[in-house]
């Protein structure tokens, strides 16, 4: 059964850093285009950063330069290292495929809340 768990989220002061983890069993994160994604509370989910099935990256314009997606492969793990946080970066962040039809069942999310 495919599963993503999502981890790492917390209480931030603005200016600060967080790494999430996506890890999955059922899911090879090498072989599938991955990406995370993020929900504030009022708004609909967005996808913030993906790995594409070129290998590429994307970032949304609201995250460039700011986040980062990395994948380690031994670890079937990917993370998104967030730097220079801001509080409208606060939102559950959840980790799925970048294409609708081909997400998986989504995880339970990390809570990321960014203090002023």
């Known amino acids: 059964q495919v599963q993503l768990v999502e981890s790492g989220g917390g209480l931030v002061q603005a200016g600060g850093s967080l790494r999430l983890s996506c890890a999955s069993s059922g899911i090879t994160f090498s072989r599938n285009a991955i990406g995370w994604y993020r929900q504030a509370p009022g708004k609909q989910r967005e996808l913030v950063a993906a790995?594409?099935?070129?290998?590429?990256?994307n970032y949304a314009d609201s995250v460039k330069g700011r986040f980062t997606i990395s994948r380690d492969n031994a670890k079937n793990t990917v993370y998104l290292q967030m730097n220079s946080l801001k509080p409208e970066d606060t939102a559950v962040y959840y980790c799925?495929?970048?294409?609708?039809?081909?997400?998986?069942?989504w995880g339970q999310g990390t809570q990321v809340t960014v203090s002023s």
């Open positions: 790995f594409v099935s070129s290998g590429s990256t």
């Open positions: 799925n495929h970048p294409l609708p039809l081909l997400r998986w069942t």
